[in-house]
Nanobody
């Protein structure tokens, strides 16, 4: 069974940056096999899709909150997917999750995922 593990969250000041990482654990598994999505959920709010990266070709898709501030990327050498957060604001604190639906391409009409990790907390303090 594929398990996703997020890391890299923490505290940042407004305008600051963080880099979140996602790796797949389990025998024979690798994020290189799938399109990967990042989403977040703040207390009392619905989950919000942020970014997705295709399995191959580097194609990406961003939600409105992420476009222009966050960057999704993958490093196939270490089987990781990253979400670089920049220009953090007081609206960004949440638990950030990486996820997949085990497909090859991002769903550019919406957000498609059915497996995600435990998440990593992002806090913005002034």
């Amino acid at each position: 069974q594929v398990q996703l593990v997020e890391s890299g969250g923490g505290e940042a000041q407004p305008g600051g940056s963080l880099r979140l990482s996602c790796v797949a654990s389990g025998p024979g598994t690798s994020l290189d096999f799938y399109a990967v999505t990042w989403f977040r959920q703040a207390p009392g709010k619905e989950a919000e899709g942020l970014a997705c990266i295709d399995r191959e070709g580097g194609g990406t898709f961003y939600g409105d909150s992420a476009r222009g501030r966050f960057t999704i990327s993958r490093d196939t050498a270490v089987n990781k997917v990253y979400l670089q957060l920049t220009g953090l604001t007081v609206d960004d604190p949440a638990i950030y999750y990486c996820a997949t639906d085990f497909g090859r391409k991002c769903d550019r009409t919406g957000w498609s995922y059915d497996t995600w990790g435990q998440g990593t907390q992002v806090t913005v303090i002034s």
